[in-house]
């Protein structure tokens, strides 16, 4: 399911902006992944726009 | 906790030293030791600190870490020879029976650093037991790794938990068994899933280079190529296609830039970091529910941190 719901998010620009401010319902998705995906997004959003690796270090 | 890292080379200068005594054995083991220390003997130190933080005491650790870290030399060299994909450490630029030679005698050198240590007999017996049965399951998963027979998600994990996280699981083992304490499922645990994050963070790193360590241009499945090949968007068949061997290297020599587009646009990039983060955090929350570990927690990341 976390497969499908990151790939609804990559196709879905909108969806993505509401998941990075963590105002969206993710069914489907387990608490611990809700968190990496808040976790990796807030990342993101702090040091770039697009995509980039983020490193757990 | 003190540097250990001079202690732990010093004993493995020692190690050799004392068994090998031809000399040109010798200076291909101070080299290939060289190049080693340059990383700063990570797995060493996972043992010492584990030796600590369950109350053990003295010197004689840094024999079992030199053993963790010989060890650990002998299955890189393996693996740098078997992957042809880095040219510039220096096993690499030996003569190859040279390179296989050693690393050969670095593995029996860390059987014998073992029987050499102070510890208890009956411990050293039951961690060697241990060592042993972590390499045999990296075995499997290298041997998953060279055939490429990884064809699912699910095969994926059993590789790289076989293949990377059982060497972290031994180098943290190896500290807490010596001080007389059993298997603790705990601490295999955590290893288990930081080596993990480890490995999928290393595959996310290796995708975005373009030489011979990315996966893409070797065709082999990983998190992140799986998740690409399984893409349904037309304009990525060209990857299913040189993947599946329609296309051949030539065909996708200039196609680097619309490759790491294709990461970022399908999400295959936020995938990889959010499972790899999945796994660290779950490392992280194991961690915390081990009292002696908790309190050296610091430690413990400061040296995954460099891994």
């Given amino acids: ?57 | 906790m003190e540097d250990c890292v001079p202690k732990i080379e010093f004993e493995m200068r020692e190690m050799v030293k004392r068994h090998f005594t031809v000399d040109s054995l010798i200076q291909y083991a101070y080299l290939f030791l060289m190049d080693r220390l340059k990383e700063q003997l990570p797995f060493g130190r996972l043992t010492v600190l584990h030796y600590r933080m369950f109350g053990g005491e003295g010197a004689a650790v840094y024999r079992a870490a030199a053993a963790v870290e010989f060890l650990i030399l002998a299955t890189d060299i393996f693996d740098d020879l078997q992957d042809q994909d880095a040219p510039k450490q220096a096993w690499s630029e030996a003569p190859l029976p040279i390179a296989l030679h050693l690393a050969a005698a670095f593995l029996t050198l860390s059987q014998q650093a073992m029987m050499d240590s102070e510890f208890d007999s009956s411990h050293v017996q039951t961690t060697m037991k241990m060592m042993n049965l972590q390499l045999l399951q990296a075995a499997n998963g290298q041997m998953m790794d060279l055939m490429n027979v990884v064809s699912d998600e699910q095969s994926y994990f059993q590789s790289i938990k076989q293949k990377s996280a059982a060497l972290i699981v031994h180098a943290c083992m190896t500290g807490v068994m010596l001080t007389g304490r059993g298997w603790h499922p705990i601490v295999a645990e955590y290893a288990v899933e930081v080596g993990m994050a480890a490995q999928i963070k290393n595959d996310i790193r290796d995708l975005l280079r373009w030489d011979e360590k990315n996966d893409f241009l070797q065709r082999k499945k990983t998190l992140l190529t799986l998740y690409m090949l399984e893409d349904a968007v037309d304009q990525h068949n060209w990857i299913r296609d040189y993947f599946e061997g329609r296309l051949n290297e030539a065909d996708v020599a200039d196609k680097r830039g619309l490759l790491e587009e294709a990461y970022e646009k399908s999400g295959a990039m936020l995938y990889g970091s959010v499972v790899m983060r999945t796994h660290y955090n779950r490392f992280m929350e194991l961690l915390e529910s081990v009292p002696e570990v908790a309190v050296h927690k610091e430690m413990l990341l400061s040296i995954l941190a460099k891994e």
């Fill in chain 1, 1 to 57: 399911m976390l497969k499908e719901f990151i790939r609804s998010l990559a196709q879905d620009s909108q969806l993505m902006n509401l998941a990075t401010s963590g105002n969206l319902q993710m069914a489907g998705v387990t608490p611990a992944e809700k968190r990496a995906i808040f976790e990796t997004l807030s990342i993101q959003a702090d040091k770039k726009d697009n995509y980039q690796l983020v490193y757990w270090t």
